[in-house]
Each structure stands twice: as structure tokens, then as C-alpha cells.
């Protein structure tokens, strides 16, 4: 008998990019990043990361408000067919429990096959 799952349909209302925190990024999204905004990943790097407290990698900035860097005024993800796997994964993947609170992606069960 088939197994039921959860899965999360994003709906764009922009919440999760207003998190403060680490949106940690790989060497090869910096390079889709950076080849999607037509800039070098110099420019990149200089103007869209920082280094991280740990100094293991770098991290998207974040607004004077706490939001993503890449957050557009019309609530739209500039670079969302690049974005970070870390982005990509939330909320399915996310164990913080707290942004159930917030995030509005819609919830449905589908059967596993």
C-alpha cells in the first residue's frame, strides 16, 4: 500500500527570505549565480557574500532589514532558477520548527510509489 508524504508547495510570499541568518553558498551555485546575473564571480563575491564567522564559506548578505540580499522589492528571489540549495530545500528539508509559524507554503500528502 502506498505511502502518504509531505510535501510543500512554495507560494512565494517572500517570509523565508526575511529570516536573518546563513544562507550558505557552494562553489559551483556561485558559478550558475554569477553566469544567471551576468557579472564575474569577483563581482559576486564581493558585492552579494560575506565570509562566515566560522570562516568554512560564504554566505548570501543580508539587507539593513535582515532580509536576502537577493530579495526583490516585489517580493520575487532575483536569481530563483540559480538560488541556493539551501533555499531550494526550504521548508521540506528545514528542521527548525519555527517557521511553521511563518512560512505559508501550502502543505499537501501525496502517495509515495
Given at each position: 500500500?502506498?505511502?502518504?508524504?509531505?510535501?510543500?508547495?512554495?507560494?512565494?510570499?517572500?517570509?523565508?527570505?526575511?529570516?536573518?541568518?546563513?544562507?550558505?553558498?557552494?562553489?559551483?551555485?556561485?558559478?550558475?549565480i554569477a553566469e544567471y546575473l551576468d557579472i564575474?564571480?569577483?563581482?559576486?563575491?564581493?558585492?552579494?557574500?560575506?565570509?562566515?564567522?566560522?570562516?568554512?564559506?560564504?554566505?548570501?548578505?543580508?539587507?539593513?532589514?535582515?532580509?536576502?540580499?537577493?530579495?526583490?522589492?516585489?517580493?520575487?528571489?532575483?536569481?530563483?532558477?540559480?538560488?541556493?540549495?539551501?533555499?531550494?530545500?526550504?521548508?521540506?528539508?528545514?528542521?527548525?520548527?519555527?517557521?511553521?509559524?511563518?512560512?505559508?507554503a501550502e502543505r499537501r500528502f501525496v502517495d509515495?510509489?
Amino acid at each position: 500500500m502506498p505511502q502518504k508524504r509531505v510535501v510543500y508547495e512554495c507560494v512565494r510570499c517572500g517570509t523565508c527570505c526575511r529570516w536573518p541568518g546563513y544562507v550558505r553558498v557552494e562553489e559551483k551555485e556561485l558559478d550558475a549565480i554569477a553566469e544567471y546575473l551576468d557579472i564575474t564571480i569577483e563581482e559576486l563575491i564581493e558585492k552579494f557574500t560575506a565570509l562566515t564567522a566560522d570562516r568554512q564559506s560564504l554566505t548570501v548578505v543580508e539587507n539593513p532589514d535582515g532580509s536576502c540580499a537577493f530579495l526583490d522589492r516585489d517580493n520575487t528571489c532575483m536569481i530563483n532558477p540559480v538560488k541556493p540549495q539551501q533555499c531550494r530545500d526550504f521548508p521540506a528539508k528545514w528542521q527548525a520548527g519555527t517557521y511553521q509559524k511563518f512560512c505559508k507554503a501550502e502543505r499537501r500528502f501525496v502517495d509515495d510509489e
